[in-house]
């Protein structure tokens, strides 16, 4: 059971990014899902989070209006959008995964976390 992180790298700023996670041995289709990043120095922050019981979503309010969040059953993978991105957006970003179907962006929820993947924004 593990969920796989992928997509980051170094961007320069207004550029883009699409992350991706995979999950691997479990169905994503009934667990909440989120993405959190944590830059150096700072405490892991929730970026974002997506509900399975009725698609409601939630995004911090330095990122709403550039990253959306997604999924696709099939795949079992679920994304994360970047767009117009930041300096102060760089940090390795983590996903998860939630067994109550929540959408929420508090640590202590989460079942399962993948290894993160480093997001630079710089010029």
């Known amino acids: 059971v593990q969920l796989q992180a992928s997509g980051g790298g170094l961007v320069q700023p207004g550029g883009s990014l699409r992350l991706s996670c995979t999950a691997s041995?479990?169905?994503?289709?009934?667990?909440?899902v989120a993405w959190f990043r944590q830059a150096p120095g700072k405490e892991r922050e929730g970026v974002s989070c997506l509900s399975s019981r009725d698609g409601s979503t939630h995004y911090v309010d330095s990122v709403k209006g550039r990253f959306t969040i997604s999924r696709d059953n099939v795949k079992n993978t679920v994304y994360l959008q970047m767009n117009s991105l930041k300096p102060e957006d760089t940090a390795v970003y983590y996903c998860?995964?939630?067994?109550?179907?929540?959408?929420?962006?508090?640590?202590?929820?989460?079942?399962?976390w993948g290894r993160g993947t480093q997001v630079t924004v710089s010029s």
């Open positions: 041995g479990f169905s994503l289709d009934n667990y909440g």
């Open positions: 998860a995964a939630d067994s109550w179907s929540r959408c929420t962006v508090v640590t202590g929820t989460y079942d399962y």
